[in-house]
């Protein structure tokens, strides 16, 4: 660990996501909190924008200055929303910081996120240059990133979930594995929107970006890479929750394989995994079981009477799906044990 | 419809499909309430017992009797758990009551109960006379039937948005059909259980039942009396809300289907139906959008990547997924128009 | 009952109150809904925007045009927020309309209203002109008005349960009568906002406008005219739920009264009111048992160690504190049942 | 700070009180947790009974067995329902033993516990020596105490806002102080019963217990004991929320007091309390702000027209209410900072 502390900024902090990161940073032993900027709205200290965090009163939301920023700090997360977020990340890499990502723009080649995103991709060079941050799968690469492309809330779910039986060879190919994925209303961001008020949202339940939401070619491209050619059919709903995202994987298998099978195998993929667990067969994963952790619970299920594995796999969307991985991946960048300011339990109830 | 009212008996009243049988039945021009059985310790006023059904003072909640309730009643809802349900409803029907039961008692033939209800079945007589009350798909044998087998709630909503491609002749062979469906908690009944106390079910999610759920052979059935052979692999989800189901259904097509054509088949099949409502292609139905009504909404789209068609479908479970199905039943058994008492709108927000 | 149906027109139809009185309008058989006006965005045909309406096919939203509403309409409800919404009201009351005005506009004299609500306040003659549709309370006047101030959300829940004890003389003076009300989000509007976003008011409850809720001069105007002199002091809070109100009210006595006597009194008050229950001593009303009704619940308890008597009121703030009273009121205006399309039972669970 | 590590014990781990103990004891640098008991039937693995505690799998549920506790312990928090708890606490403060009792059985003298719990109260010499641990307004006894009576929820919230008021010697004679409180469901603990069912409480809100709450006399008695003589008139109200307490109290004045010169006092009664925050006039606390956190909000508010100041606390019921409060009293007893294992941020959204 560092002997002297490492300055970092948090831009966007006005969001759920950069919110959820000055709440982990804060029992950081290694950090800093240097820079926070965020609407220029809330340009005030930062108790009176967020009541809960009052004890921080020193520091300001201010208005983004790449300047200032650089200046200010070693490490910046960027959490913006797509669009944004990748033109400041690349800017703040260019200064020479280590840059964690939030959003998608880092995530695909050039022409895949133009056809998926309907905006212009940020320059190759930067692109190339970014690793993308699933943790548990792609650590040597990211402990020597200097720009990080923190993966999508669902790709994470959905990765942890099929990676294991992409490595083992189980998949069949031809068929698409059909990923039912839910995800609580923090996913949506904090801008107020009609969908998202309580009183259409409770007792709701629906569908959205139905074939067509933005994380399919992220879960497709890593599955790639891992040496798995399957097509997703990755369909997502919102669930009257503020937390959580549960994905239901179908997967079907070129061969039989028990479940027994199954679940040693994830198992030992993920042994010695602080933040994975891997429920025994009969047990299912539940949402709340790992709200406001870094953790990421599995389930294995078999259909009896087709050759389909099913996998659900639950985590916190703000935390292993946002700030709690890219504050994962800012510890095994700087050297400190990857569960530094990770390490709470669950709240429950 | 009858001169004279319709004498009308309810066993079950404590549940939750009994007390909203209850609700829809207080607006029937052609009903007169004549009997109510439900726990014994609830015998009283049912102003008492549901303070919100004041005004129907003169009614009691009493413990069942057989002899009573056929002396009172012409026809007769049993809405009481399986295993219990149908043993009363057939002893009604073999006393000459016209009895619509809820449960999943008369369903299925003897073997697949017993194989996923892990209960007796009743006898095969009054099974094999059962009519399976399916309402748009069943109305001649409907119309005529001295005993019902009210569907379930997720077989309802899975039916209704898989039966036409069934008869369009889409489906492939080889392929089981996923349903990713999800429900709120009521569904689950009013008997006090840890997993539905609602600390524990705020803000979490979670399948149940993965692989044998008992609606599925339920759901195979039917598909096989259309004509289609498919396996359905069902997965349930409880969803920290009270009314609805919400049904996500993938479709693999033995050809391609243009979602347009997908669509102009679907609501021709549905053209007339006073509770169908088919969504064009881009909308998507909502599960709040049918809440306290007898409707179901369907929603259609294509996976441009993969052969799969998917339906999404939502139903009240209270309602069409039980006592508003159920009254739909009676009503075409008694000559009364299919709507009546049904007409509500839904309750939004 | 007229002969011919009443030609009615809603205003404002695209808020919470508009919509409800759409639904409950739909129902009415005296009523022929002819002019629809609502944001100008959503100019479409009512199932588009709101897709649990479909059946009303050929109705569109339409933008505000006075003349056209008008030459349509006999009777006309306006739903806008207020400062909009009272003029249009007078407006139309003027070219020889029935109106009733569901906004605050047209309940309090100009220096209270300009006082309150920091608007300027419409012209006196429409004020003296205008109706208090309190409608147990003020039956006579409802019957014969053209031009009706339909009463607010927390003033109706609170006068209903205050006018009891104003009319039997026991509220003591010179103490202020303490009510702390309750209210879901739905009585804040369907305008979106941060405060009202599921992902901050779930799991949330708070106090607002302390001291200064603008119902505190309407409710202490009701008193007055009922003989009552007191100070209220109202504060309002939101709870993380849809629709409802729940006002619990601290009545200092000038006597003791015991509480069977308070019971037989509001309980004689009320009968043969065909919205009103005064629940028994030791029962207390729940928010849930009027969800979707036009009912009021009054609960009482006395603390045995001061001599306050302890008034708890429940209403659906969409129905009783909005549209189901417009409705009531349109009824007695026009020669209805009150209960005219008002009949449905709460909506439970 | 100790050399060597506390054994601590919770009895009652099966509840929500100690489920939170146990998350929060498990960060606790001092601590080692040697014994938890809890349902029988749950005697297995702790993440097997609760799976978001996977991670412990070494320590298991017991069954509670005084000697074995008292063999394994040096501290123990004892966390059962009242009736039992006390019980179990003076048993173990007997046997030498530091003991924290969340309970309502040693708060107050035999005569009122038996009064308002209807069960026989412990002995009077335990009674005697139990020291009540309102920390910030006890310290020095609690540091020194052995048996520690934990307020309870609702008190806690109280009187850290009324007392501010009642050393100032502001408030009037002869007139109760009005409290209405609101409680999220946890705080009734984690036994199914049917009102708490989610299919119940969602969208639903009332009063229970009207003037007869069990905590109105724990208030009294310190309100008496720090100078006030008022009564308090105590409402307790459900919400449909999981954590938190709401208390709006409305305080007579026995002289005018203005709001600025109320908030100075608040602010340096509490100045340099690390988990009290006073808002300044115009804010008002928030349920959602203190959430899974040992944090209290106050917000002031007056009356203009009446001398009333109002005072709005909020607590999180499981923490500063309960298992919080309770690490906090442990701290200060074992000579560990007050903060150790409780410097958590609100967890928010």
């Not at 990340?89 to 260019?94: D, E, I, K, T, Y």
């Not at 990133?145 to 942890?160: D, E, F, K, R, S």
């Amino acid at each position: 660990m560092a002997d002297t502390k490492v300055r970092v900024g948090v831009v966007g902090a006005s969001g759920y996501a950069g919110m959820e990161l000055l709440r982990l940073l804060a029992h950081h032993p290694g950090v800093e909190l240097t820079y926070v900027a965020g609407n220029h709205d809330e340009s005030n200290p930062l108790p009176e924008t967020f009541p809960f965090l009052h004890g921080w009163d020193e520091l300001r939301i201010e208005a983004f200055d790449a300047e200032l920023c650089a200046r200010r700090c070693d490490a910046v997360f960027v959490a913006l929303p797509s669009g944004v977020s990748g033109g400041i990340a690349v800017q703040l890499w260019r200064m020479g910081k280590r840059v964690i990502d939030l959003s998608g723009d880092l995530r695909l080649p050039p022409d895949q996120y133009e056809a998926w995103y309907q905006k212009p991709a940020v320059d190759a060079e930067a692109l190339a240059a970014a690793v993308y941050g699933l943790t548990e799968w792609n650590r040597p690469l990211v402990r020597s990133a200097q720009l990080v492309a923190n993966p999508g809330c669902y790709a994470t779910a959905v990765l942890l979930a099929l990676l294991p039986a992409v490595v083992a060879g189980w998949m069949a190919d031809g068929q698409p594995v059909v990923v039912d994925a839910k995800s609580g209303v923090s996913g949506a961001g904090r801008h107020p929107k009609l969908p998202y008020q309580f009183g259409e949202l409770a007792d709701n339940f629906y569908a959205y970006r139905v074939g067509r939401h933005q994380h399919t070619p992220e879960i497709e491209q890593q599955l790639a890479r891992t040496g798995g050619g399957q097509r997703v059919l990755l369909t997502t709903h919102l669930i009257p929750a503020v937390r959580g995202i549960y994905a239901t994987c179908y997967i079907p298998l070129a061969r039989p394989v028990p479940l027994a099978e199954a679940f040693e195998h994830y198992r030992s993929v993920y042994a010695g995994e602080p933040f994975m667990h891997v429920h025994p067969p009969g047990q299912v994963p539940e949402m709340k079981h790992v709200r406001a952790s870094n953790r990421c619970h599995l389930g294995l299920a078999a259909d009896g009477r087709s050759q389909v594995l099913i996998v659900m796999s639950v985590i916190d969307n703000l935390q292993k799906g946002a700030a709690g991985q890219a504050l994962q991946n800012f510890n095994l960048m700087h050297g400190f044990p990857e569960t530094t300011a990770l390490h709470a339990w669950p709240v429950y109830p």
